[in-house]
T-cell receptor, first 112, second 113 residues
Framework: TQLLEQSPQFLSIQEGENLTVYCNSS?????LQWYRQEPGEGPVLLVT?????EVKKLKRLTFQFGDARKDSSLHITAAQPGDTGLYLC????????????FGQGTRLTINP | DAGITQSPRHKVTETGTPVTLRCHQT?????MYWYRQDPGHGLRLIHY?????DTDKGEVSDGYSVSRSKTEDFLLTLESATSSQTSVYFC?????WGSGGYTFGSGTRLTVV
């Protein structure tokens, strides 16, 4: 059972379209992060959100942390082929040893 | 000038043989982690270290052991490799516990035949 459920797992859209990726859990997180991974490389941190309801923007990417700190979303506006990659959400669970747990990832393909 | 390097990048080994993967960091971070990445599972924690000679198990630790004799090096050993351990292995480092982002290495692709 995955502690963090990402949806969709695969997404293929045309350049210029908007998209949203979701990361959901029944657990509460002290912080939640989004990573992007290119083929043959390790994940690279995009953003960390720590406060319930927090919204962070990184150019065309908007990240939101749910009010209850159980979920997050990543919205991309006017997607570009360079946005293609594997997007992973990850969080530190409040209860327990607070190790970083990952969702299974969303493989995003932006077609020119 | 990568702050974290993994070696080897690729390895093919036979079932039943021992295998050691190495993670080296130049950031002087206290915490180091080994994850494996498999399709449909994301990244799963194998073992982690919170200091020299201080290690603990993650969620998928069976069949793996680790050692950390120096701050900069974290070794992952497969005692007797099995086909189910075919995976991509990532090392990560962090300077905070329970918060903050991780920096990942480029991974080791291990195939057990």
């Amino acid at each position: 059972t995955q502690l963090l459920e990402q949806s969709p797992q695969f997404l293929s859209i045309q350049e210029g379209e908007n998209l949203t990726v979701y990361c959901n859990s029944s657990s509460v997180f002290s912080s939640l992060q989004w990573y992007r991974q290119e083929p043959g490389e390790g994940p690279v941190l995009l953003v960390t959100v720590v406060t319930g309801g927090e919204v962070k923007k990184l150019k065309r990417l908007t990240f939101q942390f749910g009010d209850a700190r159980k979920d997050s979303s990543l919205h991309i506006t006017a997607a570009q082929p360079g946005d293609t990659g594997l997007y992973l959400c990850a969080g530190h669970v409040i209860q327990g040893a607070q190790k970083l747990v990952f969702g299974q990832g969303t493989r995003l393909t932006i077609n020119p | 000038d990568a702050g974290i390097t993994q070696s080897p990048r690729h390895k093919v080994t036979e079932t039943g043989t021992p295998v050691t993967l190495r993670c080296h960091q130049t950031e002087n971070h206290r915490y180091m982690y080994w994850y494996r990445q498999d399709p449909g599972h994301g990244l799963r924690l194998i073992h982690y270290s919170y200091g020299v000679k201080d290690t603990d198990k993650g969620e998928v630790s069976d069949g793996y052991s680790v050692s950390r004799s120096k701050t900069e090096d974290f070794l992952l050993t497969l005692e007797s490799a099995t086909s189910s351990q075919t995976s991509v292995y990532f090392c990560a480092i962090s300077d905070q516990w329970g918060s903050g982002g991780y920096t990942f290495g480029s991974g080791t692709r291990l195939t057990v035949v």
